[in-house]
């Protein structure tokens, strides 16, 4: 099972392009890559998955280079809403087996 | 209801209290999750079912924890003899695809538990 290694907190200010990386190294040929965000007292919500190169939706991009042994979630113009934890999930087989690290605590300030 | 829904949403208990933890999840989602958060650290599998049976058990913490599933909907977590380490968040989930593009998670608002 792949784990999954990215910072414990970032700072940011409203406005800016925040960019968290995280690391996955043991990855398997059929991992997909997901990132997830959640707000005191809710449970997560799903942002961006990817497999490789770029994935772009509404509200974030998902960078991945050629080797996928890391990934880069790329929040543009960031607000004081996007103060939230992250986490970065790589797996594949199924769902049940994804591990959780503790995310990164993103707080925004104005 | 459009999202999925769990209940109750705050228990407080006494040591050594049985409860029981619903969750409805998406409709026409086949596979339902539970996990359990404590307080500021990430998610701890616990049990997952794809329709009414659970292939893995094996994130129970102990055989004090049970989870039923039925018409492939409604799932109930039930925690007898309730332990002060019990207290934490546990959180439902349920998804259409088990795994890649169709396996987003849907995660409820959890329900938290409080073990006096």
């Known amino acids: 099972l792949a784990k999954t290694t990215q910072p414990i907190s970032m700072d940011s200010y409203e406005g800016q392009e925040v960019n968290i990386t995280c690391s996955h190294n043991?990855?398997?040929?059929?991992?997909?890559i997901t990132w997830y965000q959640q707000f005191p007292s809710q449970g997560p919500r799903f942002i961006i998955q990817?497999?490789?190169?770029?994935v772009t939706n509404e509200v974030a991009s998902l960078f991945i280079p050629a080797d996928r042994k890391s990934s880069t979630l790329s929040l543009p113009r960031v607000s004081l809403s996007d103060t939230a934890v992250y986490y970065c999930?790589?797996?594949?087989?199924?769902?049940?087996?994804?591990?959780w690290g503790a995310g990164t605590k993103l707080i925004i300030k104005p | 209801g459009a999202g999925v829904s769990q209940s109750p949403s705050n228990k407080v208990t006494e040591k050594g209290k049985d409860v029981e933890l619903r969750c409805d999840p998406i409709s026409g989602h086949t596979a339902l999750y539970w996990y359990r958060q404590r307080l500021g650290q990430g998610l701890e599998f616990l049990i997952y079912f794809q329709g009414n049976s659970a292939p893995d058990k094996s994130g129970l913490p102990s055989d004090r924890f049970s989870a039923e599933r039925t018409g492939e909907s409604v799932s109930t977590l039930t925690i007898q003899r309730t332990q002060q380490e019990d207290s934490a968040v546990y959180l439902c989930a349920s998804s259409f695809g088990t795994s890649g593009p169709t396996g987003e998670l849907f995660f409820g608002e959890g329900s938290r538990l409080t073990v006096l």
């Open positions: 999930l790589v797996g594949g087989n199924s769902n049940y087996q994804l591990i």
């Open positions: 990817g497999y490789k190169t770029k």
């Open positions: 043991n990855i398997a040929t059929n991992d997909y």
